[in-house]
């Protein structure tokens, strides 16, 4: 079974500008989160989608934006981005359901210059 | 605030020992468990899972679950420096968002 897999992998970006990063979760999931991980603040919960609709957010500010398509596939956007954003954003995919086994993809290193 | 505490290390073990990871959680609703292995510059990989009371085996990892008292632990046998990494321990709270929450981690080192 193929896992989760994201796009880009790399991406330099300048302050400023905005990003786009793609996530294609496990045939069968439909919940799809994101991450945002750094060495000083761990791993951080973005948001989560859920047959095409947010389920849950978590405390970023609204720069920072995604959806989900009904193949469930989701992407996730940061406008004006800013040298705080650099990080490895992370999706991750499960069924959605209690005992929730998240399987997480490779991860897009961002790093904004 | 649901709240996760891991010791973040590093633990040094030496190679063939038993390396034991602990963790706490502060919500007495927490239902799911889960042990995540994130080697450096690597992304999250799923190693273990526990939804009861007990020990959950799977080749050299043990979970071990007590909710009376609110922790989770990870044993990891015949450790080997292949084991090197950082381990997050996630919970997830029953009827809630099913997000779980991560703790920071704990660096494992195995030396030889």
């Known amino acids: 079974k193929a896992g989760v897999t994201q796009t880009p992998r790399y991406l330099i970006k300048t302050r400023g500008q905005q990003v786009t990063l793609s996530c294609s979760p496990i045939?069968?999931?439909?919940?799809v989160s994101w991450y945002q991980q750094t060495p000083g603040q761990g791993l951080q919960f973005l948001f989560e989608y859920f047959s095409e609709t947010q389920r849950n957010k978590g405390n970023f500010p609204g720069r920072f934006s995604g959806r989900q398509f009904s193949n469930s596939r989701s992407e996730m956007n940061v406008s004006t981005l800013e040298l705080g954003d650099s990080a490895l954003y992370l999706c991750?995919?499960?069924?959605?359901?209690?005992?929730?086994?998240?399987?997480f993809g490779p991860g897009t290193r961002l790093t904004v210059t | 605030q649901k709240e996760v505490e891991q010791n973040s290390g590093p633990l040094s073990v030496p190679e063939g020992a038993i390396a034991s990871l602990n963790c706490t959680y502060s919500d007495r609703g927490s239902q799911s468990f889960f042990w995540y292995r994130q080697y450096s510059g690597k992304s999250p990989e799923l190693i273990m899972s526990?939804?009861?009371?007990g020990d959950k085996e799977d080749g050299r990892f043990t979970a071990q679950l007590n909710k009376a008292s609110q922790y989770v632990s990870l044993l990891i046998r015949d450790s080997q420096p292949s084991d090197s990494a950082t381990y997050l321990c996630a919970v997830e709270v029953l009827g809630g968002s099913y997000i779980p929450t991560f703790g920071r981690g704990t660096s494992l080192i195995v030396h030889p």
């Open positions: 991750a995919s499960s069924f959605g359901t209690s005992e929730n086994e998240q399987y």
């Open positions: 045939s069968g999931h439909r919940s």
């Open positions: 526990i939804y009861s009371n």
